[in-house]
């Protein structure tokens, strides 16, 4: 009995080690390149639901709704207090922007990185503000009659080591609630860098910051397919001036705050680039490779989908993607079923998507399915 009790615990102590390892392991999520595989061949194609003449189309646009002024009516907030000059401009810009404006700010120094000689430093922080308004004196309605002062809800700055390698994501709406910013560290004892994402609440500041696994995401691709591609990465992530990095990061939330996007891609590998799909609380779900080059992840007008470009090489061939919050793949635009490139695009609202070339085309965009 004490024989087996001993070897039993010489076992449990040999285990123990992987266990503990486990235990740290950074997490993927849900991991896959199933897409590496099918794209773009078996996605359906989204081909316009109207085309017609551009002068329509406008014609259209303005008829269905799509007016700045109904998909963004916090721009030109100046404009439209001289227009209303007789009504408390602080009202306006509140029922403008119900939240706090979040941006970037260049407070001071970044510590992480080199001031770069004819190359604009990154931003230190970022800050949620507030305008407010008041008439130089009764009667006046020229925007150079306007006071405008600034009111900082709160300011943040990275934890050290951290800077800012991307600042709040490029969206349509002005008045995002929920915005993030892309960080970046060096790692201990050897070049190059180690990334993460941080989000924001406007109204109270960061909501949550976490990891972003690239590393092991192309180290878990490389064991799958014996192609060196952490190498090739390494060797972009220190060739920019200053031995800063050459990846490119881009990334969307979905207005509600609930997920949250990052694209991140390489101009050296025009193979494979890296979707991360976080929930709101900062907790990833879902880490997806992608073929072709990642040129860029956006919201534009919509709620909760997104359009997805990915490129042959750089300035070349590309294609557009539809993307559902859970970082599915819905289909891919085109003019014509014949059609490679993709037209541009712009994101109206969750249903439809407008060629933003020429106005002579709208798509109608699925809902309530899932896709690849």
């Not at 490119?248 to 939330?253: A, I, M, P, Y």
Request: hydrophobic share 40%; proline share 7%; with cysteine.
């Amino acid at each position: 009995m004490r024989q087996r009790l001993f070897i039993i615990a010489c076992v449990a102590l040999w285990l123990m080690p992987g266990l503990n390892a486990q235990q740290h392991e950074v997490s993927l999520g849900r991991f896959d390149t199933e897409l590496l595989k099918i794209l773009p061949d078996k996605v359906p194609l989204l081909l316009p639901a109207w085309k017609g003449p551009p002068e329509q189309g406008m014609q259209l646009k303005r008829t269905l709704g799509f007016t700045l002024q109904n998909l963004a009516p916090e721009e030109n907030i100046f404009g439209q207090i001289c227009d209303n000059a007789d009504t408390d401009p602080n009202r306006i810009y509140r029922q403008r922007f119900p939240w706090p404006e979040i941006g970037p700010t260049f407070v001071r120094r970044t510590t992480y990185g080199e001031a770069i000689s004819g190359i604009a430093h990154p931003p230190s922080g970022i800050m949620a503000y507030r305008q407010r308004f008041r008439w130089r004196f009764a009667g006046a309605r020229s925007p150079k009659d306007l006071e405008e002062k600034v009111e900082v809800v709160w300011h943040w700055l990275p934890p050290a080591p951290w800077g800012i390698e991307n600042p709040v994501p490029n969206t349509s709406r002005l008045n995002d609630r929920y915005q993030g910013a892309i960080l970046r560290a060096r790692k201990e004892g050897r070049e190059g860098w180690r990334y993460a994402v941080v989000s924001f609440d406007a109204v109270s500041g960061e909501r949550w910051l976490t990891p972003l696994p690239v590393w092991e995401a192309l180290e878990r691709l490389q064991s799958l397919t014996g192609k060196q591609v952490v190498s090739l990465w390494e060797k972009a992530d220190t060739a920019g001036p200053g031995r800063s990095t050459m990846l490119t990061f881009s990334f969307s939330v979905t207005r509600d705050g609930s997920r949250t996007l990052v694209l991140v891609g390489n101009p050296e590998d025009a193979a494979h680039c890296l979707l991360f799909v976080l929930d709101g609380a900062g907790v990833l779900l879902r880490t997806r490779l992608l073929p072709r080059m990642g040129g860029g992840i956006r919201r534009g007008y919509a709620e909760s989908v997104f359009l997805l470009t990915l490129m042959e090489r750089v300035d070349k061939r590309a294609g557009v993607f539809l993307l559902n919050s859970e970082g599915e793949v819905l289909g891919r635009f085109a003019e014509r079923a014949d059609e490679e490139d993709s037209p541009p695009l712009s994101l109206f609202s969750d249903e439809i998507a407008w060629h933003t070339g020429h106005w002579g085309a709208y798509w109608r965009l699925p809902r309530g399915q899932r896709g690849l």
